[in-house]
T-cell receptor
Framework: EPEVTQTPSHQVTQMGQEVILRCVPI?????FYWYRQILGQKVEFLVS????????KSEIFDDQFSVERPDGSNFTLKIRSTKLEDSAMYFC??????????????FGPGTRLTVL | AQTVTQSQPEMSVQEAETVTLSCTYD???????LFWYKQPPSRQMILVIR??????QNATENRFSVNFQKAAKSFSLKISDSQLGDTAMYFC???????????FGAGTTVTVRA
């Protein structure tokens, strides 16, 4: 069964450094998303992406964040200058445009980001 | 903004028994989707079940079923014949049909006891 994959599974970085989290969505999906989950808290929406542009973003997704689809398969989240409070689990998700899975978001296994 | 409320932080159930998790949501929309996601200790988010708001029939997936009460804005999840592998955090989530972002509740930790 197709699945969303994410790399790395765990990233440790120093405060102020840039990080890039990578995702490979399900191949025929056209909508892509990033969510984050601070330990012990609820999952929060960051951004959605369709047709090579951001379709919606939350107030968390400020100028420090950016997303990109650099090629036909990868979808990345960049944090320009990490802060301690960026430490969280980051989930990528994708969804299709028709059929039974329409509006159903499939999540990757997550990347645990630790900012020291 | 839509709010999703899960009022039970933790639930414990004996293996083979049934447990019901509650979820309420706040919306002024009529077309939307509701989901239950399972997050085991690995922290992977796994879709358990979905419900379209326009459907009156409650969704069922094997041992998982929902009780969708649209007027009351309630969407509970019933896990029947609980298994040890059901131990996880369960999140209720809402998606407006013209929107992109899932709004999640705070989660309910379910522990299945042997």
């Amino acid at each position: 069964e197709p699945e969303v994959t994410q790399t790395p599974s765990h990233q440790v970085t120093q405060m102020g450094q840039e990080v890039i989290l990578r995702c490979v969505p399900i191949s025929n999906h056209l909508y892509f998303y990033w969510y984050r989950q601070i330990l012990g808290q609820k999952v929060e929406f960051l951004v959605s992406f369709y047709n090579n542009e951001i379709s919606e973003k939350s107030e968390i997704f400020d100028d420090q964040f950016s997303v990109e689809r650099p090629d036909g398969s990868n979808f990345t989240l960049k944090i320009r200058s990490t802060k301690l409070e960026d430490s969280a689990m980051y989930f990528c998700a994708s969804s299709g445009t028709s059929g039974r899975t329409y509006n159903e978001q499939f999540f990757g296994p997550g990347t645990r980001l630790t900012v020291l | 903004a839509q709010t999703v409320t899960q009022s039970q932080p933790e639930m414990s159930v004996q293996e083979a028994e049934t447990v019901t998790l509650s979820c309420t949501y706040d919306t002024s929309e009529s077309n939307y989707y509701l989901f239950w996601y399972k997050q085991p200790p690995s922290r992977q988010m796994i879709l358990v079940i979905r419900q379209e708001a326009y459907k009156q029939q409650n969704a069922t997936e094997n041992r998982f079923s929902v009780n969708f009460q649209k007027a009351a804005k309630s969407f509970s999840l019933k896990i029947s014949d609980s298994q040890l592998g059901d131990t996880a955090m369960y999140f209720c989530a809402y998606l407006y049909s013209n929107d992109y972002k899932l709004s999640f509740g705070a989660g309910t930790t379910v522990t299945v006891r042997a």
